[in-house]
């Protein structure tokens, strides 16, 4: 039963244009996401989060939004750049629980 | 500010043989994660600890995986014996405190034979 769902494991954006990547997540009792990127061999390092009482988050280039009805969640990056290139993971917090459950990826290629 | 830092960053055994990770995590952070990611999946929470007390083991198989934190600073997450699904990077985060965003090291990427 896996709680939080990334179903695209890759995209590809030309440069310049939006990359936008999803996650949907099924506890009600998640209450705090954020967004991870990864590039290989490297660990995860924190992109972006968004607490339950917002709708939106915006930083430079980096947007993500959440829609709490329909348990969904996603990241916006414009302009996508080659760099952006990474494999991107979704994770959703019980803070109550201290508990991070994390999606499986998605794969982002920006070709130049 | 230091990054997590683990070692070591590969290892291969064979099957029935122990292994052990070592991971430092940021000064001043009090909750440290262990956790398991195989390829093509997120990583997967093993052992979440705050400061040397347990909070969540849900997941860690234990009659052959342990965990501690000694002092509440540096972790040391052990395998006895490995099976050959334990092939994974095994990835060592830290945060301030329960769902505040994690600082990963760069993992230990561990190969049974």
């Known amino acids: 039963d896996q709680q939080v769902k990334q179903n695209s494991p890759s995209l590809s954006v030309q440069e310049g244009r939006i990359s936008i990547l999803n996650c949907d997540y099924t506890n009600s009792m998640f209450d705090y996401f954020l967004w991870y990127k990864k590039y290989p061999a490297e660990g995860p390092t924190f992109l972006i989060s968004i607490s339950s009482i917002k709708d939106k988050n915006e930083d430079g280039r980096f947007t993500v939004f959440l829609n709490k009805s329909a348990k969904h969640l996603s990241l916006h990056i414009v302009p996508s750049q080659p760099g952006d290139s990474a494999v991107y993971f979704c994770a959703a917090v019980d803070t109550n629980a201290g508990k991070s459950t994390f999606g499986d990826g998605t794969t982002l290629t920006v070709k130049p | 500010e230091a990054g997590v830092a683990q070692s070591p960053r590969y290892k291969i055994i064979e099957k029935r043989q122990s292994v052990a990770f070592w991971c430092n995590p940021i000064s001043g952070h009090a909750t440290l994660y262990w956790y398991q990611q195989i390829l093509g999946q997120g990583p997967k929470l093993l052992i979440q600890f705050q400061n040397n007390g347990v909070v969540d083991d849900s997941q860690l198989p234990k009659d052959r995986f342990s965990a501690e934190r000694l002092k509440g600073v540096d972790s040391t997450l052990k395998i006895q014996p490995a099976k050959l699904e334990d092939s994974a990077v095994y990835l060592c985060?830290?945060?301030?405190?329960?769902?505040?965003?994690?600082?990963f090291g760069d993992g230990t990427r561990l190969s049974i034979l």
């Open positions: 985060a830290s945060s301030l405190g329960y769902g505040q965003p994690q600082h």
